[in-house]
């Protein structure tokens, strides 16, 4: 169940089991999408608090190596803990999280110290082994770390109506961007553009076209 305060922002209760804690995978299915040979294994970390579905995930990408891998972390409260976060860390191409998530890994690792986002980046990357780290910001915009650089990139101002599927809006735009090797410039402008008109619409999956996405991205280079 999801419920919204006056801002738009999303509170989550979530029971389990649920369907995707029954998801079974037989030898049939993985040689299919063997023979698809998918460029990207996009994960979160809801599903595979389950160590059955834990276990289908590295079956996945054992089958899979080619396929790079998209983390977007989501994390539920009551329904992660650190040493799966950091095992699934260990297996990602690209982490996508939030900021207050970030700062909360950061208290967990390095106990009382000021949070840093370029510490907190540099040390997740280096330890995990992740090429690239995406910190959303709300409304600021969006943080990434790549090639050992941290770049911010500004956000769009809009009337938030709902935050739910703003995250996973972002997340798409990313990935999008990254599969066809754009610059990081456009990649995090377009997912903030994005993000940001979902969010400025009711519900998860809101109506809207690309044109909507591109135009607020030209108006902003105007202003």
């Known amino acids: 169940m999801i419920t919204t305060d006056a801002n738009g922002n999303a509170s989550f ?7 995707f804690d029954c998801v079974k995978v037989d030898a049939r299915l993985l040689s299919q999408l063997e023979s698809i040979r998918p460029d990207w294994i996009y994960y979160g970390t809801l599903a595979l608090t389950d160590t059955h579905t834990e276990l289908i995930l590295h079956q996945l990408l054992e089958r ?14 009551g329904h992660w803990n650190l040493p799966l976060v950091q095992r699934l860390s260990g297996l990602a191409t ?11 890994l950061f ?7 000021d949070f ?25 915009g969006c943080a990434v770390f790549t090639a050992g650089v941290l770049l911010t990139f500004t956000g769009f101002q809009v009337s938030v109506a709902d935050t739910v599927g703003a995250g996973d809006a972002f997340a ?6 990254l599969n066809l090797a754009w610059p990081m410039d456009s990649i995090a402008t377009f997912a903030n553009a994005l993000g940001a008109l979902v969010a400025s619409r ?9 044109e909507e996405c591109l135009r607020s991205m030209e108006l902003a280079r105007t202003e």
């Open 13 to 19: 209760v979530i029971d389990r089991p649920a369907a």
């Open 64 to 77: 899979l190596p080619q396929a790079k891998r998209f983390y977007d972390m989501n994390l539920r409260t």
């Open 94 to 104: 690209v982490l996508k999280l939030n900021d207050a998530e970030a700062e909360h």
């Open 107 to 113: 208290a967990l690792t390095f106990g009382a110290k």
């Open 116 to 140: 840093s986002l370029e510490e907190f980046c540099r040390y997740w990357s280096s330890t995990y082994g992740i090429e690239t780290i995406c910190v959303t910001l709300g409304s600021k």
């Open 172 to 177: 798409a735009a990313f990935l999008h961007g």
């Open 202 to 210: 009711t519900g998860a999956t809101p109506a809207w076209t690309m």
